[in-house]
Structures are given as C-alpha cells and as structure tokens.
C-alpha cells in the first residue's frame, strides 16, 4: 500500500476508541471534561496535543490536522475556518512593528489586502517580486525582513517559483519561507521536501473537493506550529466546526482520485482547444511552451485544472454570448470542486458605481471538474466558434 493511501484511509483514526467504526464520529462538543484535578493539570500542559477545548484541538478536526501534516511531510498541521484565515494567521504569527515581507507579485487577492490594507496599519511593509527571478527575490531582501511568501503556481497566469533556490534564499537571510500551495493541492507538489517551511492551503479547493466546505489548513514543523498555535489559532479563533473537519475527510477520501481525474481531462481539454481561432493566448502550466513548462514538470507531478485564456474579440457582446452558449460550465468563483467552472473577467465591468479592474475583459479563467473531458470540448469548441 503506498504511503498516502494509508495517511487517507487510516493515519490518525483510532477506531477502537469509538465501536472500531469506519467513519469516524463528529464529536460535536465545546469543551471536555478532566477524571481528576492531575488529569486537567495534563490537559493544560498540552493544550494543541489534549483535548480541553474545542477552540484549541478537537478530535474530529484532529484526524484532519494529522492526515493533511503527513500528506504535506511536516511535523504538524493546524486546520482553520478558512483559506484566507490560514494564511493571515501563518503571516501575522511572523512578524511584528517594523517588520518586512517578500512577496511573489500578483498573489490570490486576499493575499494583496493582507499585505496592503491590514499588516499596513501595524507597520509591517513588503516589496512584491517576479517570482521568476531569483536575484531580484535576493535583492528584495532586507535587514527586516521575515518571511518570503510564495504562491506556486498562482492560479490566474499559473507563475512559478523555483521552490529550493527560494527556500535556500530564504534560510540564508534568516527568514521563513512560506507557500500557498492550493492549486497543486498536497497529491502534486510537497513543498517541505524542498525546504519550504509553511505549507498553506486553501482546502476549500481541492482538497474537500466538494464546493461544500471553506476551510483553510496551515503545514509546518511542530515548532511553528506550536507557535501559531498558542498566539494565532487561539486568539483569533478561526477554527472550523467538528462537522466541518468531517466533511472534508471524506472529501479527502477520494483526492488522489480526483487529482488523477483533473490531471488527465484538463491535460486532454487543453490539448484539443490550444489552436483554436478564437484564442489569443492561453495560460496553462502543463503547456509546453508555456514559459516554465520544464521548472513546473520538475516541481510538480501533476497539473490542476486551472487554465486561462484570453479570447481573441473586440465584441463585448460577443463573449457574452459565448459564454452563455458554455452550459456545462458554471459561472462562479472559485475551483477545484467536482464541477467544471468558469469565472469570466467580463463580470468584474460595467458594474454600475464600481471602478473598472486591471484585468482585461477578455480573459476567462476555466476550471475543469471531474466530468467527462469529450463532452466538456465538445462544449468548448462550439461555443468558440460563436465568436
Ligand atoms: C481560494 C483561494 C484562497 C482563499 O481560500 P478560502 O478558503 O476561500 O478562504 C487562497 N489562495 C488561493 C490560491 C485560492 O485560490
């Protein structure tokens, strides 16, 4: 049995602690009670490791917490109420007043109001970098500075870092390096194993898979983790329910399936609408002459589903109807569920009161599900052709 079939369908599930049954139990309580007074005095001891309250370590949620941890090969892993919550909370926990922050350009928007509206008012400054250029990360560095944030790929035009060389940079400056590593989900990419010592994702992808969950899960060495865990994690209280954990382990259940699934039918898709006259060009990791199509392959095992095409149109109308003639995608934010979908950059203009946003109207970012990817083209082509 490989390693991860294991961590997915028995790592962190005592079942002889609850009737030897299957599915685990949704321990839905807030608090737990200590036999004795020498019993409590253990709890408190080891507040993230017992189990005293739920906004500290929950069983159910603690499955989770061990089964992403060893998926992402970190010591320790902490799960929370959301994607955007586990990066602000893996943040904050490094820097302080006076502080500096190295981040990749253009990261997921949050990110970007993380950085600019919020860590602003506590005098914490950043510079933003190609992430493609390995000496202008270098340069970037300051006296100040703490943490190197990276996304990899970025999931709107999939940019790449080469995760050892900036992990080296890192360590060599005395900073943490940190990783959104959403879009290749734990199954595709491990950044530990190149030294990269937070490992972020946004679970509400593809690790629950479901579009029924948001949840955020933060994977570092115990000693980190730790750290977050009793400043953070405890003070802001960004937990996810014991309901919550349990939906998302069975999401987990079936991930290195769906990652295989997605890998294959995008890689497919992508294949048969690349030269398609409508396309004026197309973002996609996994194509080989997308810049960092050799850097990707050697960090990454597989591809999400994730591409972005700019159409080749002047007619705003015109995409319009295209898209509506795109019935088997939804229109919505978001990805990485069981649905293929499409957020189309032309939803963010002409909104009545609303400034016009940086991106072009053209550009549609695709996310391909676990449907059939033959009827998925089939979709696609037919409704290029409108254009
Ligand atoms: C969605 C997303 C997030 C935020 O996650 P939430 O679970 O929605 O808070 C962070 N990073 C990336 C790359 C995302 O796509």
């Known amino acids: 049995m490989e390693d991860k079939d294991h961590i997915i369908n028995h790592l962190g599930e005592d ?9 685990p139990p949704i321990i839905q309580t807030s608090n737990f009670a200590a036999a004795s007074v020498e019993d409590m005095r253990k709890m408190f ?27 992402e090969h970190t010591e320790d892993a902490l799960i929370f109420s959301s994607g955007s919550a586990a990066i602000a909370n893996a943040v904050i926990s490094q ?42 990360i270098k340069a ?44 290749c989900s734990p199954i595709f990419q491990n950044p530990a ?18 579009s029924d969950v948001v949840v955020g899960i933060v994977c570092a060495s115990k000693k980190i983790i730790n750290q977050i865990f009793h400043n953070e ?23 290195p399936l769906r990652m295989e699934r997605i890998n294959n039918s995008t890689i497919e898709v992508f294949e048969a609408i690349k030269h398609h006259k409508s396309i004026r060009e197309i973002y996609f990791p ?4 997308f810049p960092q199509y050799e850097l990707a392959k050697k960090q990454m095992s597989g591809t999400g589903g994730l591409f972005t095409i700019i159409f080749e149109t002047d007619d705003k109308s015109a995409l319009e109807k295209m898209i509506q003639r795109l019935d088997l995608f939804l229109i919505a934010v978001s990805w990485g569920g069981h649905e293929s979908l499409m957020f189309p950059s032309i939803c963010l203009h002409d909104i009545p009161g609303k400034e016009t946003p940086p991106f072009d109207w053209r550009v549609i970012r695709f996310s391909i599900g676990l449907e059939s990817p033959k009827i998925l083209i089939n979709n696609l082509l037919a409704a290029f052709d409108v254009l």
């Open 233 to 255: 994690y405890m003070t802001l209280g960004a937990i996810i329910s014991p309901f919550d954990a349990a939906l998302v382990i069975r999401g987990l259940r079936t991930l």
């Open 95 to 136: 820097v302080s007043q006076g502080d500096h922050i190295v981040c990749v350009k253009n990261p997921y928007s949050w990110t970007v109001k993380l950085l600019e509206n919020f860590l602003s008012r506590f005098g914490v400054t950043h510079s933003y970098v190609d992430g493609a250029n390995l000496e202008e």
């Open 15 to 23: 079942r002889h602690k609850y009737y030897n049954a299957v599915s």
């Open 140 to 183: 970037a560095f300051q006296e100040n500075t703490k943490v190197l944030f990276l996304e990899s790929p970025n999931t709107f035009y999939y940019g790449i870092q080469d995760l050892s060389e900036c992990a080296a940079i890192a360590k060599e400056h005395g900073a943490i390096s940190m990783i959104d590593n959403s879009y």
């Open 286 to 289: 996994f194509d080989p002459d």
């Open 45 to 71: 001891s080891d507040e993230a490791g017992s189990h005293l309250y739920t906004r500290g370590n929950n069983p159910t949620v603690e499955i989770l917490r061990k089964k992403i941890a060893a998926l």
């Open 193 to 210: 194993d190149h030294g990269i010592d937070v490992t972020i994702h946004s679970g509400t992808k593809y690790i629950n898979g479901h």
